[in-house]
């Protein structure tokens, strides 16, 4: 045959099955486009998100090779400023107070600079006055310039009023910000006018350094590290956007790797769907054969099938990925829910060709492995035998091979041991990867156990008993129709029981660290309670007690993001414990550490801490507490230390316990008369029930994505079950003929239909959610543990499990059904004939 007409037929054969079988060819197309989609959307929001982050710093850091920044809420000595000015290979230096407060009920950051000495290092900042105000009025100690964002709604020469710390102040609008870029709120003053109005005398907050164009950047940061007193830290551009970037990592990388292991699944449905059509079509590729067909081109054509469906599925994932990236910039944020990027507006969708291009080969591959087993078997088969007879040929007495399930299953038992590769889980992952591999290889085996009970039992249905002798007599087949059910609902069930998990151990959390009736707060406004407003909250009749907290940044290394400094009156009752606490020496400060803060410094109860809040501070780790909201780490202090080492009685939140008997209703209301006006516009103020309920929806916002995943993978495993019963049933024609000689009427044919279906869905629910506990179990105690560094306690969502296996039974029966129907509508004659 030439190569033109050794490939038409083929060809033909390709198309006339798609024809026949839309339904297999739809769901593995989207089982691909579904990986596809949310690898790339979570790549291309988090890529946005990191874009729009980098263009902030570069306004923020302008032009500046350095900067040496304030490690605690402190500042530093403003006396270091011209020192760094003068050392040799800095071309220029720009002292900067930044601070953060509210502008009515607005956020606003407070950046305090001097302009001449700013423009040559963050020139994004200089403020330009309105028309008809002097260039001087950059120096006034009542001028304020807002950027485009922050003057929205406002008026040039109004006099504003800002709130920072415990200090509040009023500012004329006396010019803009022009450069400071889309969608940040700003306020630029004089630096003196800051430092006055603001409670930071003597003292700023960053040391921006342009360096000579031939000078040895690095050796001039060993110069300034040796100069550098407690509290100051020297940090590049890329310190920070890495420090970013470490928040959102983990995040995004294992919502990758769900996406990664979305693509393994759609790889089984590939594999599922193949195996099941050249099971089929066997006397067709024996046929092949004869009149001339090489084993390399029905092999090709089996690739070609599967490298076609990932085309497909690759190409509609890259659209749908897109789309869906949008959707979630728009609903979610840059930072896909987790909190990672503090950002007022959704940043612009960048998209990203490379990664398109990258994670449509991964579609395409996951589609060409699925094939490739498949592909060989119909390759290597022997075309006398296929045009003699089809069917499972394994003796029904022989025992399936478990071997290799368990070598696999070892092996990811080994992995989930490991520990994390550069702070990720990578070993958990292929743990998983593995452990859904040693799944489908054991489900010949496995569906056996599971039907032993029935297969060694009398029945008294003609029915069931021909259903459980087929699935004996046919493990290979049950396997194929199982392993894209076992693949998909094990997902499910993996995600569905991490995420109860989670939520559970969250919803626990809360209960026992919100232990009073009102929660106030704040929020980022930036201001805070001082001692006479908490006083005047104390004084409220219906209050009995009330925990005066804040919570500050604490740098603590470069390159690392700031851990937070938590304030409270008795953190180690305030805090649920992990393990046990210890005494602390007399004479050291007692210190509390989050889970996440002892994993990533590596310390535990007992321990010494350094800490940049003042000259001779001696710390030590009384204890460890569960701490879900603050994934970078945190540490406590009692409000007696905190006081006494960093001078600032300012507090931001406060957990008020009431009176019994008390309207919680009219208490918020009295609690709001009491606070200063300033502060009426940003506190907010609810019962503890409502914050617990507002925190819960935070989680949801943040798990959306993945609840869309576990979403997605039910539909597309139903879609899969469907295809896979209806196309391994229409292709049993041939044995419902010959039954129908021998006297099975129709509705037994189809009842008989009814009840494999029902089987195979139940046991691909016992083998899918058993394995799914299994790989939940490496999710729970590895993989969250090694990417967050905090741990909870398995919970089980029966109903959820119970529901879906549920529908599994019924969707693999009802579709059995329906399909038989079809295939029994041929007289028996008709279906026997060897003619097709």
């Known amino acids: 045959m030439t190569f033109v007409t050794a490939w038409r037929a083929p060809w033909w054969m390709i198309r006339g099955e798609w024809r026949a079988h839309p339904a297999r060819i739809v769901t593995a197309v989207i089982a691909i486009a579904v990986g596809v989609a949310l690898g790339l959307a979570v790549h291309l929001v988090n890529a946005s998100a990191l874009d729009r982050f980098a263009r902030g710093l570069a306004l923020v850091r302008g032009r500046a090779d350095l900067s040496v920044t304030a490690a605690g809420p402190d500042g530093i000595d403003e006396r270091l400023y011209p020192r760094l000015a003068r050392l040799a ?7 900067v107070v930044d601070a953060h407060g509210a502008l009515g009920r607005d956020p606003i950051e407070i950046v305090g600079l001097d302009a001449f000495r700013a423009a040559a290092v963050t020139p994004g900042l200089i403020p330009t006055p309105a028309a008809g105000q002097p260039l001087t009025s950059l120096l006034s100690p009542q001028a304020l310039f807002l950027s485009p964002a922050a003057l929205a709604g406002r008026r040039l020469g109004d006099v504003v009023t800002i709130v920072a710390g415990t200090r509040t102040a009023a ?24 430092q006055a109005r603001l409670g930071r005398a003597g003292h700023i907050d960053r040391v921006d350094l342009k360096l000579d164009a031939d000078v040895d950047a690095d050796m001039i940061a060993g110069t300034i ?3 550098l007193p407690r509290g100051a830290v020297l940090e590049t551009p890329a310190d920070e956007s890495s420090s970013t970037d470490a928040l959102s990592r983990a995040y995004r990388v294992n919502l990758d790797m769900l996406a990664l292991v979305a693509l393994l699944t759609g790889a089984f449905l590939v594999y599922s769907a193949q195996a099941l059509s050249v099971a089929r079509r066997a006397p067709q590729f024996a046929l092949l054969r004869v009149i001339g067909g090489t084993r390399s081109l029905v092999l090709g054509q089996v690739l070609a099938e599967g490298a076609v469906l990932g085309i497909v599925g690759a190409g509609a994932g890259i659209a749908l990925g897109t789309g869906l990236a949008a959707g979630v910039l728009r609903l979610v944020g840059g930072d896909l829910g987790s909190g990672a990027f503090a950002d007022e507006q959704a940043p612009p969708l960048v998209f990203a060709p490379g990664a398109a291009l990258a994670f449509a080969a991964l579609g395409i591959a996951a589609a060409l492995i699925g094939s490739l087993l498949p592909a060989r078997a119909a390759a290597a088969g022997r075309p006398v035998v296929a045009l003699r007879h089809g069917g499972d040929a394994v003796d029904p007495s022989a025992k399936p091979r478990i071997m290799p399930a368990l070598v696999l299953a070892v092996i990811a038992v080994v992995l989930a041991l490991l520990p994390a590769a550069a702070g990720l889980p990578i070993a958990g992952y292929a743990s998983i990867g593995l452990m859904l591999a040693a799944g489908i290889a054991a489900m010949p085996r496995v569906a056996r156990w599971l039907l032993a009970p029935l297969a060694h039992a009398r029945l008294s249905s003609p029915a069931a008993q021909l259903a459980v002798a087929r699935l004996w007599g046919a493990p ?7 392993s894209g059910i076992v693949a998909s609902i094990g997902l499910m069930a993996a995600m569905a029981v991490m995420v109860a998990s989670f939520r559970g151990s969250v919803d626990e959390w809360l209960r026992q660290i919100l232990g009073a009736d009102i929660y106030l707060s704040l929020g980022g406004s930036g201001a805070a309670l001082a001692p006479e407003d908490q006083s005047r909250l104390l004084a409220v009749r219906q209050v009995a007690d009330a925990d005066f ?30 393990g046990r606490s210890v005494p602390v020496p007399a004479g050291t400060v007692p210190v509390w550490v989050s889970e996440p803060f002892s994993r990533t ?27 879900y909201a603050r994934q970078q780490g945190a540490l406590a202090l009692r409000a007696a230390d905190a006081d006494r080492l960093t001078g600032e009685r300012g507090r931001s939140e406060a957990a008020i316990s009431l ?7 009219g208490t918020i209301a009295a609690l709001r008369q009491a606070l200063p006006p300033p502060l009426r516009s940003v506190a907010v103020i609810q019962p503890v029930a409502d914050l617990r309920a507002r925190a819960l929806a935070i989680f949801d916002r943040s798990f959306a994505v993945t609840y869309a995943l576990e979403a997605v993978a039910v539909a597309v495993g139903l879609a899969g079950v469907a295809a896979t019963v209806s196309a391994q049933t229409i292709a049993r024609t041939r044995e419902f003929g010959m039954l ?14 009814g009840i494999e279906g029902a089987l195979i869905g139940a046991v691909g629910a016992v083998a899918g959610i058993g394995l799914g506990a299994a790989m939940a179990q490496v999710l729970i105690h590895v993989v969250n543990p090694q990417s967050f560094h905090w741990t909870m306690t398995t919970r089980w969502p029966i109903g959820l499990l119970s529901g879906v296996a549920a529908a599994l039974v019924v969707a693999a029966s009802g579709t059995a059904m329906i399909a038989g129907r079809r295939a029994v509508s041929l007289d028996a004659v008709r279906a026997v004939r060897e003619d097709w």
């Open 89 to 95: 290979g800095i071309a220029a230096a720009s002292p």
């Open 171 to 194: 500012w004329r609008i006396m010019g803009t910000v022009p450069g400071a870029g889309e969608g940040r709120r700003i306020a630029v003053a004089d630096i003196s006018a800051a």
């Open 225 to 227: 590290r040796a100069m």
């Open 476 to 482: 290979a087949q049950a396997a194929v129709a199982l």
């Open 549 to 578: 907290m804040l919570q500050r940044p604490l740098a603590l290394s470069p390159g690392r993001p700031p851990v937070i400094l938590i304030v409270r009156r008795d953190p180690g009752a305030a805090f649920p414990a992990v």
């Open 601 to 627: 410094f590596d310390v535990a109860a007992g321990d010494a801490l350094a800490l940049p809040l003042g000259p001779g501070v001696r710390a030590r780790i009384a204890g460890v507490f569960r701490d």
């Open 659 to 665: 009176a019994p008997g008390t309207d919680p209703g």
């Open 740 to 753: 129908r000689h021998l006297g099975v009427t129709r509705r037994l044919i189809v009842a008989t239909l």
